[in-house]
């Protein structure tokens, strides 16, 4: 089974900057889009960007000119870089890994990101 393992969360004032990244293992990488969820207290989860194996991206419009994500093939690896970040962007970030053929859909554990001053 897959296995996601996200890092990179923590505690930046607002304006600030965070890289997550997201560990993939267990099977073929390039078959599945990547994709970074959060989830706020007492909101719903919500789509943040997402990745395709050959690098086209999407992006939520709250997060849009403002976060990156990319992804190292080579070391099954994906990244979301943040910046100029919101009290509102305060979340568990979700890694998110679908095989394009079947839709399998796999989860990582979550990483805390909190903005603050």
């Known amino acids: 089974q897959v296995q996601l393992v996200e890092s990179g969360g923590g505690l930046v004032q607002p304006g600030g900057s965070l890289r997550l990244s997201c560990v993939f293992s267990r099977d073929i990488f390039s078959r599945y889009v990547m994709r970074w969820h959060r989830q706020a207290p007492g909101k719903q989860r919500e789509l943040v960007a997402g990745?395709?194996?050959?690098?086209?991206?999407t992006y939520g419009n709250s997060v849009r000119g403002r976060f990156t994500t990319s992804r190292d093939n080579a070391n099954n690896t994906v990244y979301l870089q943040m910046s100029n970040l919101k009290p509102e962007d305060t979340a568990v970030y979700y890694c998110?890994?679908?095989?394009?053929?079947?839709?399998?859909?796999?989860w990582g554990q979550g990483t805390q990101v909190t903005v603050s001053s």
């Open positions: 998110n890994a679908v095989e394009v053929t079947s839709g399998y859909s796999y």
């Open positions: 990745i395709s194996s050959g690098g086209s991206t």
